[in-house]
């Protein structure tokens, strides 16, 4: 069957679109389909081929079939570097290994633009002064050397990536301002094609474009590679959430507020890996920044996207950050022809409806270790350990020792920020300051927000408080928070001080922000500043006062909490202006140009000890299957609990000197302060191997006295660290598997957490539940996620021996298999379970040993096929 829904643009010279409207006549009406629904449907009717595109494919879609797998061809990759550099190091890896098996490398060689941006190299070792922001870049670049020559040799061996350096921005914030197209166009033929603009990312807060009504997710970094090589990324045809929203926030209300609040509900509804559409009278009442801020928190309930239909708003923000005149007009053309402007008065076909009246929003707050741990400033001193009376000078549990305006998630929020410059102002006229054991910052996601600051004359007010720039980046809220001063950690340690961070970021995992921070909250760029001042979280900010003027007045949060007036009056005078100037800055500086580099084809890999090593994961060792068959008399490496995050399983925080990793540069003769990041050393496979789940904050139940990277071997119990017991099981014969709760792989888009899932030689994770981006990423990677609801690690021991069988059936999508545990008394018990194989192809790349096995076996194919006859 053949399908030619190809017309002309109106209004648009030269220029066709793949017309919904014209493919009606295979998909039937789409009018009442979700705007993300058709905006997937626009991507499979361009593609339509009649083999990897089928009608069967588009007719699912529109009918909601969920037992169905369809492709998706991203328009755009977008990557940040501490993902971003791994996934170029496989695409060259890839190349190499091309050429040894006698494949032309030009079949794995990347199709799709992309975009690498280096915002998570940033790390805070001055903060509070007027040179942080230069000190932080010259440290950056002396301290990412090796891995900077790298990223320049790479953009001039693939022509299709552009690399943002640092000290710009933050990647989602800059796609958001810049990069993003909404509707692109691209010659085709004589005339040219206007298609959706479509990106996936190897960090899971790409869904901040939804906001801007582009289709985007995050995805690991293997799949990334694929997609970028031309591969289609296959997901199940997802579930469509509608959240109907009416009203608008009350005065002092943030967009943050309406985030936090949101992830509480979705989470706690349960979204994972569908999508949620926002839609209803209220979305009006949203500028696109507030609707980027809800976007980006999609993760930390679990969905797929948190997507924004296109209205006129999101026109006006294509004007407002300077896109050019003729591809607005395009524009808006396209998604009138497509009849995906958004009509509050029309309601799509929802599998269910949530609603969320915006007037019902408060000021909120969310902690101590989850994003969707909401409550009212009110309750923050019940979420604290209560300390002593506070001695001279000295520190008591509760203290808040880091206070963070940080990440794209806020600092893209011009009202956010304006807040928090307008209290800042108003503090200072009181004369308050912050608190002398908090550590103050400001790492702007880019350099639009700074201009912003600067030029409504509240930067002056900050810098007084301490919140001086700090840096273009990730900073505090991916952990990057810098030492704190020497005699505040001493206090912190010596008195094992249960302290708090706040920060405007997204995720406040434990062990995430610092390590010797216990508690940490997410909180609105202005309450960030207000409780710098106060200095403690054992208090209730609207009947205690803050702090006490230079009159000995006490000063109430409401004293200097701004005015809505007052902020839409500071936003209404800059933003324009501010938000012009992202548009139209240079994406790249004078001292990333000069970074001398190799100009060979071929790059020469460090040595053993090196930043950039050659990765494992083409070698013939990593590119085989890991199942020959059912699996009997497996050990638990590790028996865990809900909620384990990427971030425990590998950490990107620094490397310290009593870690398994840190004992091995020093063998190597690395001196501790060259240890560097695990997120810097992510291309050293031998690093991240004994980083792998190493966080400090990890609880193993086979070492309930140990926090870390250990765990008991058995049968004799001996407790190693976790790398060394992988390779006593691995020299016995003994297969592998970790145990686990809820929600398995939250959190980052952290395809190491796969990989070195699979370095350390681990068969299988079963699980009672899986996040969306970790189980696909174990898929990648040739490790099976396994799902066992009624599996409960609080009932075992850790001395069982588990059997898997059925795995005959992995042909076939999600096939039944059957746990079986057996105890040191020989019991047996037996557990229904499902693999999670969600689509075909997942089962092509088990069976293959992964995507790098699968992609390399399809080159070879692909050049059999093309191969001239001889």
């Not at 000197?657 to 060259?674: F, I, M, N, T, Y």
């Not at 001996?718 to 014969?733: F, K, N, Q, S």
Request: with cysteine.
């Amino acid at each position: 069957m053949t399908l030619d829904a190809r017309r002309p643009l109106p209004g648009i010279v030269d220029t066709d679109f793949v017309s919904l409207q014209a493919a009606e006549e295979i998909t039937g009406p789409v009018q009442h389909l979700p705007y993300s629904t058709r905006a997937l449907l626009e991507n499979l009717v361009r593609h339509f081929d009649g083999h990897t595109v089928t009608i069967e494919h588009i007719r699912a879609l529109v009918a909601g079939d969920r037992s169905t797998a369809i492709p998706f061809f991203p328009e755009r990759i977008l990557l940040q570097d501490a993902s971003g550099i791994p996934v170029l190091a496989d695409m060259v890896t890839l190349r190499e290994r091309a050429l040894e098996l006698g494949i032309n490398p030009t079949e794995v060689a990347p199709r799709k633009r992309m975009d690498l941006v280096v915002d998570h190299a940033l790390e805070l070792d001055t903060a509070g002064t007027a040179d942080a922001a230069a000190t932080n870049l010259t440290r950056e670049y002396e301290r990412h050397s090796d891995r900077y020559r790298f990223l320049r040799w790479a953009q001039t061996r693939f022509p299709s990536l552009r690399v943002v350096p640092p000290g710009i921005g933050i990647c989602h914030q800059l796609n958001l301002e810049v990069l993003a197209d909404v509707v692109s166009v691209a010659q085709d033929g004589d005339r040219r094609l206007a298609r959706l603009d479509s990106v996936v990312g190897t960090d899971s807060h790409t869904t901040m474009i939804n906001g801007l009504a582009v289709t985007g997710w995050g995805v690991g970094g293997i799949e990334a590679t694929a997609a970028a090589l031309g591969q289609p990324i296959l997901i199940t045809v997802p579930a469509v959430v509608g959240v109907r929203l009416t009203g608008a926030v009350e005065p002092g209300v943030l967009a943050t507020d309406v985030a936090l609040t949101l992830a509480s509900l979705l989470r706690s509804h349960g979204v994972v890996g569908r999508i949620v559409e926002f839609h209803g009278p209220g979305l009006t009442r949203l500028s696109v920044p507030d609707r980027a801020t809800i976007a980006n928190m999609a993760p930390e309930y679990g969905a797929t996207m948190a997507y924004f239909p296109a209205d006129a708003r999101t026109i006006d923000y294509l004007v407002t950050t300077d896109r050019p005149a003729a591809t607005v007009t395009t524009v808006r053309a396209y998604l009138d022809a497509q009849g995906l402007m958004h009509n509050p008065d029309e309601s799509a076909s929802y599998g269910e409806v949530l609603a969320l009246d915006l007037s019902t929003v408060q000021v909120t707050m969310a902690g101590p270790s989850r994003p969707h741990q909401t409550f009212s400033p009110p309750s923050l001193a019940q979420t604290v350990r209560r300390g002593p009376t506070r001695t001279a000078g000295g520190l008591r549990d509760g203290d808040v020792v880091i206070a963070a305006i940080t990440s794209c998630t806020n600092t893209s929020n011009p009202r956010a920020m304006a807040a928090a410059g307008l209290l800042a102002r108003n503090a200072v006229d009181r004369g308050l300051r912050t608190a002398t054991w908090t550590k103050t910052s400001l790492t702007p996601g880019s350099r639009a927000t700074a201009e912003l600051l600067t030029s409504s004359g509240l930067q002056y007010a900050l810098d007084e408080l301490g919140f001086q720039v700090a840096g273009f980046g990730c900073g505090t809220c991916m952990g990057n928070s810098g030492p704190l001063d020497t005699h505040i950690s001493a206090q912190i340690q010596r008195g094992n001080l249960s302290v708090a961070a706040i920060l405007s970021g997204n995720r406040n995992f434990p062990g995430r922000i610092h390590p010797d921070v216990t508690h940490s909250y997410l909180a609105s760029p202005p309450l960030v500043v207000a409780m710098a001042i106060a200095g403690r979280t054992d208090i209730d900010t609207t009947q205690e006062p803050l702090a006490v003027d230079t009159s000995g007045t006490e000063v109430y949060l409401n004293d200097i909490w701004p005015s809505d007036d007052d902020i839409d009056a500071v936003v209404g005078a800059a933003e324009r202006r501010s938000l012009r100037s992202s548009g139209s800055l240079p994406l790249t500086t004078t001292a990333w140009d000069e970074i001398a580099h190799s100009e060979g084809a071929h790059y020469d890999w460090d040595g053993r000890a090196g930043i950039i090593r050659r990765p494992p994961f083409a070698d013939a060792a990593l590119t085989r299957p890991i199942f020959d068959g059912d699996l009997y008399g497996a050990r638990p490496l590790l028996l865990l609990g809900d909620g384990v995050t990427t971030d425990h399983i590998s950490p990107v925080a620094r490397i310290t000197a009593d870690s398994a990793a840190g004992r091995w540069l020093d063998e190597q003769g690395v001196p501790p302060d060259a240890f560097g990041s695990y997120s810097s050393r992510r291309l050293n496979h031998d690093v991240m191997l004994r980083g792998g789940f190493a966080n400090p904050k990890l609880q193993n139940m086979l070492t309930p006295d140990r926090l870390g990277g250990w765990t008991a071997v058995q049968p004799d119990g001996t407790v190693l660290p976790i790398h060394e017991a992988a390779a006593v099981y691995a020299d016995r014969g003994t297969p592998t598997i970790v145990v686990a709760g809820d929600l398995y792989g939250a959190g980052s888009a952290r395809d190491w957490a796969a990989k070195v899932t699979r370095l350390l030689g681990i068969k299988a994770v079963v699980a009672r539940s899986f996040e969306r981006i970790h189980r696909t990423n174990l898929v990648a990677m040739g490790v099976l996620p396994v799902e066992c609801p009624d599996l409960s690690p609080d009932d075992l021991d850790g001395t069982e021996t588990f059997d898997i069988t059925g795995l005959a059936a992995m042909p076939l999508t999600r096939p039944p298999l059957r746990v079986t545990v057996h105890d040191a008394t020989t019991e047996m018990h037996r557990f229904d379970a499902r693999a999670r194989i969600d689509t075909a192809v997942e089962a092509t790349w088990i069976r293959s040993g992964g995507l790098m096995a699968h992609l390399l076996t399809s080159a070879g194919v692909a050049q059999t096929h093309t191969a001239p006859e001889g």
